[in-house]
């Protein structure tokens, strides 16, 4: 199993540029969330889905978009990139609510 | 508002020694808390869960402790080693249980 995969690992965007930022996963997990992580802010929950075709907002939702077409993928949207959106993103899983989230490596972005 | 607090200086201890760290909330009514590490540059690893109706759960040189009364959590190492310098992160359930984070406490410890 490779558990949750994050692609890319490192991106640097010029203000006003489009990307996503994929997730996967090969455990069957139902949960799937999208976190950032800044300095002594500790993680931040962005987007989460509970199922394929189901998400919902967290702390930090603005700016970005997500959709859940199939249970492996949850990709992340940065719509029109912004400095304050510079940080290493995490995605985890978890086959329910209350177990432990499986975390990815993170991706870490950089706008310029 | 729902707040977790971690202690955000980093902890120094000398090998072999017990670390102790703190996890302490306030407005939550947690039905678990959970426990994760995190090495530099790697996504957070998870550790134990430990539930509202449990006062104490073991896992190899693991130990944490759930006081609800208190609203605190213990999270314990014992004969710590230089591998476990890590940052642990308490995390406790929010909208649809998906995990809400403290900052973390760094934990260092020297041979």
């Known amino acids: 199993n490779a558990g949750v995969t994050q692609t890319p690992k490192f991106q640097v965007l010029k203000t006003g540029q489009s990307m996503t930022l994929q997730c996967a996963q090969d455990m069957n997990h139902e949960y799937m969330s999208w976190y950032r992580q800044d300095p002594g802010m500790g993680l931040r929950l962005i987007h989460y889905?509970?199922?394929?075709?189901?998400?919902d907002q967290g702390e930090v939702p603005n700016g970005y978009n997500v959709s859940r077409s199939t249970t492996e993928d949850f990709p992340l949207r940065l719509l029109s990139a912004a400095p304050s959106q510079t940080s290493v993103y995490f995605c985890?899983?978890?086959?329910?609510?209350?177990?432990?989230?499986?975390f990815g490596d993170g991706t870490r972005l950089s706008i310029l | 508002s729902q707040k977790i607090e971690q202690n955000s200086e980093a902890l120094n201890i000398q090998e072999g020694k017990t670390a102790t760290l703190t996890c302490n909330y306030t407005n939550y009514s947690p039905a678990y808390l959970q426990w994760y590490r995190q090495d530099p540059g790697r996504g957070p690893v998870f550790l134990l869960l430990?539930?509202?109706?449990?006062k104490e759960k073991r896992k190899e040189r693991l130990k944490v402790t759930f006081d609800t009364t208190l609203k605190q959590s213990l999270f314990h190492i014992t004969a710590s080693q230089p591998a476990d310098s890590a940052t642990y992160l308490c995390a406790l359930p929010g909208g649809s249980y998906i995990p809400t984070f403290g900052r973390g406490t760094s934990l260092i410890v020297h041979p």
């Open positions: 985890a899983s978890s086959p329910d609510g209350d177990q432990p989230q499986h």
């Open positions: 889905s509970v199922g394929a075709g189901i998400t």
């Open positions: 430990i539930r509202e109706n449990e």
